[in-house]
């Protein structure tokens, strides 16, 4: 196992990074100094101090427990969308690849979506739902399907060509199995790199919103938020934006990390070379 | 074919080594042999025995950074691996011409043919762009393309496989070079097409006297169209004589363990004959010949030394590298005579 | 077309095929003239008897690929009809048809692409028998066992990827998997074209030892002559879409009647530097699949041409011939 490791040092730092930030947010409830909603007028806009390691916002809140607590609605929000995304791309784009008829009427609703910027599209579905962590995974997943629809479908086309999947098809196995079999397993790689570009886009995007106040309500901390709110007091409080954005960072550096890796370790042939 | 004329390319103890992960790769691992004018030397061998290397190590077209060469390759009095590169730019294509296996991927698919040929002209022999479009055309006839002149016009893809073939060879003789070194010329074609080509080679050849390397795995297209046999496994030639002293008589365990598995020589045995076990990876040959673990005449020597050329002919040159010579020539060849045509 | 039957009437045989056709309609634009269809294969007929290798030869562009999975109806014919053990196969049910791959297997060309990457060799070998046999898992792997050591490969390679292999060994997977339910006939699409030499000559002994141990029959798709001669009962030669000759193995390579399989025969260079090749060479290209030329689709470049040839196709029909089985020639002066 450990040279197994060795050998794939993107994933094991990836991996390693996001289970911290992970492990982060999970012990939020313990990590957490202070009530992250926790309003103290007289302690406002103070630097990073042994009390406050993050310092305080303009509302006297703590930015290390804010920050804690928020980790979870970026890292809920980008598993959330990636596995959705991903699904119902997977789904979609199969269909379009395999169903003649179907080829058509899918790509044209996708090019539709995909002709409305992404972000610009979550602020309109925003705009007509009621704000909750719910509503802004839905709101996100919906531009980013379209890239993974176009993904696994060009895959479908060239795997059906595949010399194998003919193969599979004369010693009998049925179009179920041929897709779970054959066709699946042989997307799997540049899907999983696909879902963590979406998952690190999602974490963006919702530190976009919540950024325009259109994101996750305002009470509940948000990275993105957070730095909305900073962004008045940048001259004075440079930390409110600062850790909030350094955590931020991090965890879409990791997320690609580790995509880059699983696709490497994923593949039978590149892992023999390696 | 003058006997005692000088050599017209003198390969000596060519080496071409890959530095890799794994080890250091010998794709040719001390090859020689001599090119006269106006003789087809055949270079036999299967998938992986170097003789691709060894056609693009004389032309120095295998990036250096990864490989290193050692030996020499003479040409004319001086060593074509200490050329600088603008010297060699004047000797491809010019005085040593090669012809590829897939002549789709060697062409140039957004430029017309006349234009590929037209280039190496006007690069080699300093003629204006008319007369080298006239020359191109000129070529293309030469090598039985018919309308060559409307043929010049036409991009790669709108020709057959065949003629593709054809325009590559009028590229390669363009600048009527010395030598031509073809790389497995026929593979990629059809049989009655390949018949074409190897005429035609014939052909040119005896009109424009230039020396040709054959690099075959075939060894129907060896016995049709070649002067010379030298014959590669691993890297090492392994066996050199006259076509006809190779066919009747081959000496060395692979060579026969070769002919012996072909189905074309052996048309009245029920089963070929296997050569059991793999070729050995590039990165693990060391001492001793690389056939041994799969030669039945194998002896302890033939493990711990590795076995150098010697000449097994009463008259003339038969070079074997083999210890076991004796024995293996001995025993009844599993290759029934071919039969007479009918 | 109907062949004579033999003299000694043999049973039924196993695959008849009657007027097997597949064109490929070019897409049409808008607004631009239809293009003529592809014509792959026009008309072919042939029978299989069991346990038998008829082979399928020809050049790039003949048919005979499109032929041989036509039958297997990986691509679905144009018309014609593909009798197998008496069942016809042309217009089966996907379903009904999927049956049928019991008794139809095949092996291709390109030993690599014919094999998923994802699945280790175990599982490919296995899938057959997951699809039409309810073994437990242990039943199953020790028939994987079985058959690898029927291919000559070593059961620990069960285990391995299809990259970790060499292309002769990789080719023994795909015959395994083609062996597994135990077919009646096996279509083998140039199998040994992609391997060297040496290990050209393993996979014919083995395709050759298989077939006498199991009985089943090959139709062979293949473009190298030699090969051809070692395996095969019997021979068919295919231009631009149609059968112009077919005959026992011998026949055809002694005394072959067609003037294109004499060309062909011709053309395959011979090794022994002794022999002057008695070659006629072709002149030009063939004509595309597309455009065929009419009546015989040979006349262009036949140096027995004459005027009946450009107006009307010969029929394959009989010749007098010596042995048991039959010899078809489709000339009208041969």
């Known amino acids: 196992m450990p040279r197994w490791l060795r050998k794939h040092p993107t994933l094991v730092v990836g991996g390693v990074l996001l289970l911290v930030m992970v492990l982060i947010s999970l012990a939020a409830p313990w990590l957490a100094t202070h009530d992250p909603q926790d309003i103290d007028p007289l302690a406002r806009m103070k630097p990073p101090s042994a009390e406050h390691f993050f310092g305080t916002d303009a509302m006297g809140r703590d930015v290390f427990s804010r920050a804690v607590w928020g980790g979870r609605v970026s890292l809920i929000v980008g598993l959330s969308v990636a596995l959705l995304a991903t699904v119902g791309g997977v789904v979609l784009g199969l269909v379009a690849g395999f169903v003649r008829w179907a080829d058509n009427i899918i790509m044209r609703l996708m090019d539709g979506l995909m002709a409305i910027p992404g972000i610009l599209l979550a602020i309109a579905l925003m705009a007509v739902t009621r704000a909750s962590l719910t509503t802004v995974i839905v709101a996100i997943t919906i531009p980013e399907i379209p890239r993974v629809v176009r993904l696994v479908r060009s895959m479908a086309l060239s795997l059906r060509e595949q010399l194998f999947v003919e193969a599979a098809h004369a010693v009998g196995t049925r179009l179920p199995a041929v897709l779970s079999r054959h066709v699946l397993p042989n997307m799997l790689a540049p899907l999983i790199v696909q879902a963590t570009f979406v998952a690190a886009s999602a974490v963006l995007i919702e530190a976009s919103l919540s950024f325009l106040g259109v994101g996750v309500p305002a009470q509940t901390p948000s990275w993105g938020n957070m730095m909305a709110e900073g962004r008045n007091f940048v001259a004075v409080g440079f930390h409110i934006i600062l850790y909030p954005g350094i955590l931020l960072a991090i965890t879409v550096l990791s997320i690609n990390l580790l995509g880059d890796g699983l696709r490497d370790a994923l593949d039978p042939r590149l892992a023999r070379q390696l | ?342 | 077309m109907t062949p004579q039957t033999p003299v000694a009437a043999p049973p039924t045989p196993l695959l008849q095929v009657r007027d097997l056709t597949k064109h490929y309609r070019a897409p049409r634009r808008w607004l631009s003239k239809p293009r003529p269809p592809v014509q792959a294969v026009d008309g072919v007929s042939f029978d299989l008897a069991q346990g038998e290798t008829l082979s399928l030869v020809g050049e790039s562009g003949c048919g005979k690929t499109t032929t041989a999975k036509s039958i297997m109806r990986l691509i679905e014919p144009s018309s014609g009809s593909v009798v197998l053990d008496g069942q016809e196969l042309v217009g089966l049910s996907p379903e009904a048809m999927r049956l049928h791959r019991r008794d139809l297997q095949i092996i291709f060309q390109d030993p690599y692409a014919s094999l998923n990457p994802r699945l280790t060799a175990g599982a490919i070998v296995a899938e057959p028998l997951r699809n039409f046999q309810s073994l437990s898992e242990a039943e199953r792997q020790e028939r994987v066992q079985w058959l690898f050591a029927k291919v000559g490969l070593r059961p620990e390679a069960a285990k391995k990827y299809p990259h970790e292999f060499s292309g002769g060994q990789r080719q023994r997977l795909g015959i395994a998997r083609a062996l597994a339910l135990q077919p009646k006939l096996i279509v083998c699409d140039e199998p040994v074209s992609a391997l060297d030499v040496s290990v050209q000559a393993q996979v014919v002994n083995l395709l050759m030892d298989l077939q006498e141990e199991f009985g089943m029959a090959y139709l062979f798709v293949a473009h190298d002559l030699a090969v051809v001669r070692h395996i095969s009962h019997r021979v068919a030669v295919m231009y631009l879409g149609r059968i112009v000759e077919i005959a026992d193995r011998d026949t055809l390579f002694d005394a072959p009647l067609h003037p294109y399989s004499e060309i062909l025969l011709s053309a395959v260079p011979t090794p022994d530097p002794k022999v002057t090749p008695k070659r006629i060479l072709l002149q030009g290209d063939p004509p595309s699949p597309a455009n065929p030329p009419s009546g015989c689709r040979f006349h262009t470049r036949c140096p027995l041409a004459q005027p009946l040839c450009k107006t009307q196709a010969p029929a394959l029909t009989p010749r007098a011939t010596t042995k048991g089985s039959e010899h078809l020639v489709a000339c009208h002066f041969k």
């Open chain 2, 1 to 342: 074919m003058d006997k005692n004329a000088p050599a017209l390319l003198e390969v000596d103890q060519l080496r071409t080594h890959f530095d890799t992960l794994n080890g250091t790769v010998r794709s040719v691992d001390g090859v020689s042999f001599t090119l006269q004018a106006g003789e087809t030397l055949g270079v036999v061998g299967e998938s992986g025995c170097g003789k691709s290397v060894t056609a693009l190590s004389v032309l120095r077209l295998v990036p250096t950074p990864p490989a290193r060469h050692g030996g020499e390759v003479r040409y004319r009095g001086s060593n074509l691996l200490a050329l600088s590169e603008k010297a060699m730019r004047q000797i491809r294509g010019n005085r040593i011409s090669m012809i590829f296996q897939e002549p789709m991927t060697s062409l140039n698919p957004v430029m017309t043919v006349g234009r590929q040929i037209a280039e190496s002209v006007q690069l080699h022999q300093k003629v204006g762009r008319k007369a080298a479009m006239a020359h191109a055309v000129e070529m293309l006839r030469l090598v039985q393309i018919p309308e060559p002149e409307r043929r010049a016009g036409e991009y790669p893809h709108q020709l057959s496989g065949g003629m593709r073939q054809r325009v590559m060879i009028a590229l390669a003789l363009a600048c009527k070079p010395e030598v031509l070194i073809a790389d497995e010329p026929t593979t990629a074609l059809d049989v009655t097409i390949q018949a074409q080509i190897i005429d035609l080679l014939k052909r040119l050849q005896r009109e424009m006297g230039m020396g040709v390397i054959m690099i075959t795995h075939d060894l129907g297209v060896v016995a049709e169209s070649c002067d010379r046999v030298v014959v590669m496994y691993a890297g090492r030639k392994v066996e050199e004589a006259t076509v006809g002293a190779l066919f009747e008589r081959p000496l060395h365990p692979y060579t026969r363990a070769l002919m012996a598995s072909m189905p074309a020589l052996n048309t009245r045995s029920r089963r070929l004959a296997e050569i059991p076990g793999l070729v050995p990876a590039p990165h693990e040959l060391g001492q001793g010949c690389a056939f041994a673990q799969r030669c039945e005449h194998a002896m302890p020597r033939c493990r711990a030394e590795t076995p150098v050329l010697d000449n097994h002919a009463q008259q003339g040159v038969h070079l074997v590298a083999c210890f076991a010579v004796d024995r293996a020539s001995h025993t009844p060849s599993l290759a029934a005579q071919p039969e007479a045509a009918p």
